[in-house]
């Protein structure tokens, strides 16, 4: 048995993998808001490659803050609430902890999703007002990460970026709003660290 907790911490050693305080893989749920969405997240991280670099995986769902009204040259409109679910792959460095409590990061990451419309349909019964489509967000962000444990911190996050659909193209839920949700990005939220 110690020769098996001798190589595996060796291979840690080997491949750069941190294992100290914020350096193990870890669990992530927070909330926040995204261009005109609010939204909330929970993932994993995987550990750190050489104490700096990471890779994140999330689930998030984001939900307009108000309804979606837009009208066009002709007097026509469209009103909505529209929403997005998706999988997001975040991916950048973050610097050594500053008195094993603090640290700076920054990441960038891709959202493929799918936007729907929940609530008209639960309130008027008009099923997904977007029709068959794919949602996606390229964004950055920098952050900091206070930890209160050594396995416990909170993050507060920042930057912004992207949003857009492929869709039906003579569908005006999707013209009108492929881009909502584009703009700055403001979250915070809890990590555990296993």
Partial sequence: MKRHIAAALALTTALGLALTAGGGPGLRAGAGIQGAFSMFEAGFELPKINRSFGI???ARYLSALTYATYID?????VSFHPCVVGGAVSFGGCSPLIAERLRAYGSF?????HSFTPWDDAVIG??????????????????????????????VESG?????IRGEEDN????TTAWLGSGVTLRIGVNLYL
Avoid: C, D, M
């Fill in 56 to 58: 994140g995986f999330r």
């Fill in 73 to 77: 040259s002709a007097g026509e409109y």
């Fill in 109 to 113: 990451e891709v959202l493929l999703g």
């Fill in 126 to 155: 008009v099923g997904n007002l977007f029709g068959p489509n794919l949602t996606w967000i390229a964004s950055g962000q920098l952050g900091l990460e206070v930890f209160t444990g050594p396995r416990t911190a909170f993050y």
């Fill in 160 to 164: 912004g970026g992207l949003k857009s």
């Fill in 172 to 175: 005006p839920h999707v013209n």
